[in-house]
C-alpha cells in the first residue's frame, strides 16, 4: 500500500530574509564604525626620513600637530598662530592630561617652527610628545 506525502521535495524553501537583513545591519554597523580623519590625510607633510625604530600596534589617541614648509602649524584642517596652538593645547590637556601630543614637521620647514611648537607644547603642560618621521629601512 502507497500512502501519499503531501510534502513535495519541491516546495521546501529556505526563508533568506532574515539573513540579508543581518548582512545589512552588518554592513551600515562597520561602515558606522570605522572612522577616518580624513583632514590629516589630506594635510600634505613630508616627513624626514630615519633609521630603525618600530611602528606601533595601534595608535594612541593622540593631538597631531601639523607644521607645514612655510612654517605654519594646522591641527586638522585649522590653522593656528602660537597663542591659539597654545590655548588649544592647553584646552585639550586639561580636559585629558596623558593625552599624546604628535608633531609631525615637514622636513623642508625651519627648526624654529618645529622648536616654537616644542616649547609651546611644553608651557601648556604636555609631558608626552612624538615626533613624527618616516623609518628607513636599512639593507642587513
Same mark, same amino acid.
Given at each position: 500500500? %502507497?500512502?501519499?506525502?503531501?510534502?513535495?521535495?519541491?516546495?521546501? /524553501?529556505?526563508?533568506?530574509?532574515?539573513?540579508?537583513?543581518?548582512?545589512? !545591519? #552588518?554592513?551600515? $554597523? *562597520?561602515?558606522?564604525?570605522?572612522? $577616518?580623519? @580624513?583632514?590629516? /590625510? +589630506?594635510? @600634505?607633510?613630508?616627513?624626514?626620513?630615519?633609521?630603525?625604530?618600530?611602528?606601533?600596534?595601534? &595608535?594612541?589617541?593622540?593631538?597631531?600637530?601639523?607644521? #607645514?614648509?612655510?612654517?605654519?602649524?594646522?591641527?586638522?584642517?585649522? %590653522?593656528?598662530?602660537?597663542?591659539?596652538?597654545?590655548?588649544?593645547?592647553?584646552?585639550?590637556?586639561?580636559?585629558? &592630561?596623558? +593625552?599624546? !601630543? *604628535?608633531?609631525?614637521?615637514? /622636513?623642508?620647514?625651519? %627648526? @624654529?617652527? *618645529?622648536?616654537?611648537?616644542? +616649547?609651546?607644547?611644553?608651557?601648556?603642560?604636555?609631558?608626552?610628545?612624538?615626533?613624527?618621521?618616516?623609518?628607513?629601512?636599512?639593507? +642587513?
Amino acid at each position: 500500500m %502507497h500512502i501519499a506525502d503531501d510534502r513535495d521535495d519541491d516546495s521546501i /524553501q529556505i526563508n533568506v530574509m532574515p539573513l540579508i537583513d543581518l548582512v545589512i !545591519v #552588518l554592513l551600515i $554597523f *562597520f561602515v558606522v564604525s570605522t572612522t $577616518f580623519n @580624513k583632514n590629516e /590625510q +589630506r594635510i @600634505k607633510v613630508a616627513l624626514p626620513v630615519a633609521s630603525g625604530g618600530t611602528a606601533l600596534s595601534a &595608535p594612541p589617541k593622540q593631538l597631531v600637530i601639523n607644521i #607645514l614648509p612655510d612654517g605654519t602649524v594646522n591641527i586638522g584642517s585649522n %590653522h593656528y598662530n602660537a597663542d591659539e596652538l597654545a590655548a588649544y593645547i592647553r584646552a585639550t590637556l586639561a580636559a585629558e &592630561p596623558t +593625552r599624546e !601630543v *604628535f608633531i609631525r614637521a615637514d /622636513q623642508e620647514s625651519r %627648526h @624654529k617652527s *618645529f622648536a616654537a611648537v616644542v +616649547r609651546l607644547c611644553r608651557d601648556a603642560g604636555a609631558s608626552n610628545l612624538k615626533i613624527g618621521y618616516i623609518v628607513q629601512e636599512t639593507a +642587513r
